[in-house]
């Protein structure tokens, strides 16, 4: 990646009184701030084409599949019958009964892991599935792992009305708590979208990332609380459990449809063994935060340093 | 006050043969070496890095079009990508003022089980319309295009001719203030081509600057107001398009380096006749080559024939056997007898030597070109009765003229 370069838009006023777009590439490179600002610029300039580019992938996904939208609802529908298999069968071995709210909390979390894998799954692949159009034509090329994660937020939308109408037989409840659903979301797509990023490029210099984003996926369902509570692990366990970057997205959603609980607010239970155990703290909430913003500023910059170089190893 | 236009300064950009790390098991040593070794300065050549272009300038105004002519491998898909910023030069810079439209790929966005309508808006997407503006100009693409009963019907079922159409139907409708163009003008039959020429030349006579990569000379020389020839990525020759057009079809230039690996490379190809060749007449070629050691017979000297006008080859010699492995080593001499049966034009002559064991062309060697002058009516693949003979044996070699 020896020549790494940049490119300088800048609007000047055309002799016909309208704006002329200057863009001008050299060798050169610019600050990470500048960089970033340019990125999102252009991107947000670009929006119809990822609006396009959307609409693309839901269709091919949608038009000739057996299943159509059903295929929406199937994948969150296996987590969430993975998920109540295991609480099954932890209920079993503990002896106590299974609590009512196991299959609304699991339901939850699932649809929150499904976003996430089917989002990381595409988006690794997204740049070098659209190799004859970036190795051809001028875009920023942010819009492609972009639209793959919106794209997947298409199909999250419908499995998540789907549940929303099923959770008050599920155990959830209409409270104030709900209000944290937005920015819970609005935290996980950042957070995806930052991880798209990094691992699309990567996926482009190595090949063999899509395999290794493949096994990481099946393994971290496991290392993040999809299917059980952190509290069950014990007090360390718990805290470690939750050092996932996505762990309290996941776990603070269940808190906050399931519980009602306020994500400002600390929460202690006490666990199986009577043992008192911190299930939440408000630093979670920072600590997520923290990684989805300075992912994504990270991946972004990585992205574009190396987007300069794409077709030239595509 | 900046008017639209194209500046290309003093560009310089490096490629590097092989050697792209595809799996991460090769980043470690790639980082260890990165490490370790001292950071070249960026105008150093290492190991199998090459200019692809060296020192490349130009201007492009409004009103004028700029024609690029050369051989494949010149630089001209290179100086198109630096242009259209898909890769950054690794010295100079580019620069592009006002929106810009590429008639590169035109298709290249279409999903295959999309319908046509949908990929119009996809597409359009792409080259950087809006979605307003297409459905503003939609009629006129679909018309333009002549496919209107199939636009709803998804692409995979469009023949390559109706994709290129369409495609070009979407380019030809954006609003742009500067024009690339590579090749489109070879896209559908000829009376499409004829529309998509018109449609250029009438953005171009507005006073859009144009830059146009073509290998159909002719069109160039019409559309363009000046030229530049590239050769192994300088530009050997700058001026009117006739002035390139005519340095282009005269020189002989140097072969690329496919084929290293083999035994046998063709170095030279001279058209011995005088320029220009009546049509329907004899023209004497001489190819050259160089033999290292005795190879298996399975290599023969292969020619085709193009015409300049429509990039398509008007007649091949396989079939023709003049073997080139079973030579003595050393340089050797082939000559070649065509027969003109072609109309007014220019042609090219490509060379290469071909692997009948594996049915393909195994080093590909000099081009040369042909002016053919008389115009008499003929049209696609002609037999051209060919002769070929290896200079210095007393009897030809290998004399078959198929279907004569």
């Not at chain 1, 609980?261 to 043992?275: E, T, Y």
Request: net charge neutral; proline share 5%.
């Amino acid at each position: 990646m020896s020549p790494l370069t940049d490119t300088m838009p800048s609007i000047t006023p055309a002799a016909g009184g309208g704006r002329l777009l200057v863009r001008r590439s050299t060798a050169e490179r610019r600050s990470w701030a500048g960089e970033l600002a340019l990125a999102v610029r252009e991107v947000w300039e670009s929006r119809e084409l990822v609006g396009q580019l959307v609409l693309r992938d839901v269709r091919v996904r949608y038009h000739q599949a057996v299943m159509g939208f059903a295929w929406a609802l199937f994948m969150p529908l296996l987590i969430v019958l993975s998920g109540t298999l295991v609480r099954v069968a932890m209920a079993t071995v503990s002896g106590n009964a299974l609590a009512p709210q196991v299959l609304g909390s699991t339901a939850v979390k699932g649809i929150m892991w499904a976003f996430f894998a089917g989002a990381l799954g595409t988006g690794t692949q997204s740049l070098l599935a659209n190799k004859q159009l970036f190795t051809k034509l001028y875009f920023p090329r942010e819009v492609l792992p972009l639209a793959a994660v919106l794209a997947q937020c298409v199909d999250t939308a419908i499995g998540g009305t789907a549940l929303a109408l099923l959770l008050p037989f599920l155990g959830g409840a209409l409270t104030p708590a709900l209000l944290w659903v937005p920015l819970l979301v609005a935290l996980m797509f950042v957070f995806t979208l930052g991880v798209c990023l990094f691992t699309s490029c990567a996926n482009l210099f190595f090949r063999d990332v899509k395999y290794i984003v493949q096994v990481l996926l099946t393994f971290g369902i496991f290392l993040t609380p999809v299917f059980f509570e952190p509290v069950m692990l014990g007090p360390v366990g718990g805290r470690l459990l939750m050092l996932s970057p996505i762990s309290p997205m996941i776990e603070g959603m269940r808190l906050v449809v399931i519980e009602g609980h306020d994500l400002l607010r600390p929460l202690v239970v006490a666990n199986a063994k009577g043992v008192e155990v911190l299930s939440w703290t408000p630093w979670y909430l920072l600590y997520s935060a923290a990684w989805a913003l300075g992912g994504l500023a990270v991946s972004m910059r990585i992205f574009r340093r190396s987007a300069v170089v794409f077709a030239e190893y595509a | 006050m900046p008017t639209p236009g194209i500046k290309v300064e003093g560009v310089w950009k490096k490629f590097r043969r092989g050697d792209v790390h595809d799996s991460l098991r090769d980043l470690v040593p790639a980082l260890a070496r990165r490490l370790v070794g001292r950071r070249r300065p960026a105008d150093v050549l290492a190991a199998r890095e090459f200019w692809a272009l060296s020192d490349v300038s130009f201007d492009v105004e409004p009103g004028e079009a700029l024609g690029v002519i050369g051989h494949n491998g010149a630089g001209k898909s290179t100086l198109l990508k630096l242009i259209n910023q898909i890769i950054r030069p690794t010295r100079g810079y580019t620069e592009v003022r006002g929106r810009t439209g590429s008639l590169i790929e035109i298709s290249a966005g279409f999903h295959p089980d999309l319908t046509g309508r949908q990929n119009v808006f996809l597409q359009g997407a792409i080259i950087g319309m809006s979605t307003a503006e297409i459905s503003r100009k939609f009629d006129q693409i679909v018309e333009f295009s002549g496919i209107e009963k199939f636009i709803d019907t998804p692409v995979k079922r469009y023949s390559s001719g109706m994709n290129a159409r369409l495609g070009f139907a979407i380019a030809a409708h954006l609003d742009t203030e500067v024009l690339i163009i590579d090749e489109v003008l070879a896209v559908g039959d000829l009376a499409f081509q004829e529309r998509a020429f018109g449609r250029i030349k009438e953005m171009s006579s507005s006073g859009i600057p144009v830059v146009l990569v073509t290998h159909q000379l002719e069109r160039m020389t019409t559309l363009c107001t000046k030229a530049i020839l590239l050769d192994g990525g300088r530009i050997v020759r700058e001026g009117t398009p006739e002035e390139c057009v005519e340095t282009y079809a005269t020189a002989v230039f140097e072969s690329g380096d496919r084929g290293a690996h083999l035994p046998f490379r063709l170095t030279a190809v001279e058209v011995v006749s005088p320029s220009p060749v009546p049509s329907g007449e004899r023209v004497h070629l001489l190819v050259r080559g160089e033999l290292d050691r005795g190879a298996p017979p399975i290599y023969d000297l292969h020619l085709r024939v193009r015409s300049a006008r429509t990039g398509k080859v008007v007649f091949s010699t396989l079939g023709v056997n003049c073997g080139v492995g079973d030579l003595p080593p050393g340089e050797f001499e082939i000559e070649v007898e065509l027969q003109l049966n072609v109309g007014q034009g220019i042609f090219s002559v490509e060379t290469a030597v071909h692997d009948s064991s594996r049915r393909q062309d195994v080093a590909v060697g000099p081009h040369a070109h042909l002016r053919v002058s008389q115009s008499t009516a003929f049209n696609g693949s002609v037999q051209m009765n060919p002769v070929m003979r290896v200079v210095g044996e007393r009897t030809p070699r290998l004399v078959i003229a198929a279907d004569s």
